[in-house]
């Protein structure tokens, strides 16, 4: 599986689009892009997932750079309950395995 | 859909005693399931994969007798940390998937506490 990289934190205003940042110049072409969060003491929670083209759900849309190197993940009106551990991973879609990373830890402020 | 359980929440034991912990999965059938541990401020490391009916696949570092894994239904897999010591202290995350979907979903995870 691609690397990723991912700021270690970010802070975001309440009411205000959450853009977290993913690096994946590794990626390779039958890797996609999955987004999971981690509330505080709870399970991951499974956001989104796109291969090349931009997706977007209840949840958040992600953006993909052209060349798959990087990628974003918008929560377009964060709220509090939003602060979360944000993880982004390259993985073959039938592939077993989620390998985390460190994450983002994104903090929504009042 | 797609909701995996985990049973107990938390628990604290002694050290030297064996705890199981239950992920089952409430709506589907889960062909896989993965435990992971995890400890404070750090991310979720995976410890085994296990298919139903055949035995887990541990990661490297993971010691098999130690942690025990049993998948013995497509709706139940159990991990026994065995003579538990503080050092296995941790957030233990199960997660489950099943063919049809290409998905892993998560258990809102055990924290075990070993005095």
């Known amino acids: 599986d691609a690397k990723t990289t991912q700021p270690t934190s970010m802070d975001c205003a309440e009411g205000r689009a959450a853009n977290l940042p993913c690096n994946h110049s590794?990626?390779?072409?039958?890797?996609?892009v999955y987004w999971y969060r981690q509330i505080h003491s709870q399970g991951p929670q499974y956001i989104i997932h796109?291969?090349?083209n931009n997706e977007t759900n209840e949840m958040a849309s992600l953006i993909i750079t052209e060349d798959r190197k990087s990628s974003t993940l918008i929560l377009p009106h964060a709220t509090l309950r939003d602060t979360a551990v944000y993880y982004c991973?390259?993985?073959?879609?039938?592939?077993?395995?989620?390998?985390f990373g460190q994450g983002t830890r994104l903090t929504i402020n009042p | 859909g797609a909701v995996v359980s985990q049973h107990p929440s938390w628990v604290i034991c002694k050290s030297g005693t064996s705890v199981k912990i239950e992920c089952r999965s409430l709506?589907?059938?889960?062909?896989?399931m993965f435990w992971y541990r995890q400890f404070p401020k750090q991310s979720l490391m995976l410890m085994a994969t296990?298919?139903?009916?055949?035995?887990?696949?541990?990661e490297q570092g993971v010691e098999k007798d130690k942690f025990l894994i049993n998948h013995a239904s497509l709706t139940l897999s159990t991990l026994t940390v065995t003579s538990a010591h503080p050092e296995d202290s941790s957030f233990y995350i199960c997660?489950?998937?099943?063919?049809?979907?290409?998905?892993?979903?998560f258990g809102p995870g055990t924290r075990l506490t070993v005095l």
């Open positions: 997660s489950a998937r099943t063919s049809a979907i290409n998905e892993q979903f």
């Open positions: 590794t990626i390779s072409g039958n890797e996609y």
């Open positions: 796109g291969l090349k």
């Open positions: 991973i390259a993985k073959i879609q039938g592939a077993q395995k989620l390998v």
């Open positions: 709506d589907f059938q889960a062909t896989t």
């Open positions: 296990s298919n139903e009916g055949s035995k887990a696949t541990y």
